[in-house]
């Protein structure tokens, strides 16, 4: 059974640092590409970065400098590591993975999903 089951989600105050993290089971994960969504309150969901499966990643402007996507492909594992974090990225995040390899920001490229983890960045 293909799986992703994330962490690391929480409270945190704005500057602040948090890791999410997502456990890949039942698929390879070094052939797949890899992405996290975030969807604000009340808004649409949106990717804001991604990785192939040859290393090129990509990150949408308000994230990039920030956040940094990472795999562990021995591990099983996708990462996204958040800093300084700001009440605009509060909101709830999901890991996505595409069998074919690659993936850009749109949810449509991605087959399997992990539920939301919620981050929450207030003092």
């Known amino acids: 059974q293909l799986q992703l089951v994330p962490s690391g989600g929480g409270l945190v105050q704005p500057g602040g640092s948090l890791r999410l993290s997502c456990a890949a089971s039942?698929?390879?994960?070094?052939?797949?590409?890899i992405a996290w969504f975030h969807q604000a309150p009340g808004e649409d969901q949106e990717g804001i970065s991604y990785?192939?499966?040859?290393?090129?990643?990509n990150y949408r402007d308000s994230v990039k400098g920030r956040f940094t996507i990472s795999r562990d492909n021995a591990k099983s594992m996708i990462y996204l590591q958040m800093n300084s974090l700001k009440p605009d990225d509060t909101g709830v995040y999901y890991c996505?993975?595409?069998?074919w390899g690659r993936g850009g920001f749109t949810q449509y490229d991605y087959d399997y999903w992990g539920a939301g983890t919620q981050i929450t960045v207030s003092s």
């Open positions: 996505a993975a595409a069998s």
């Open positions: 039942g698929f390879p994960l070094d052939s797949f590409g």
């Open positions: 990785m192939h499966s040859d290393g090129t990643t």
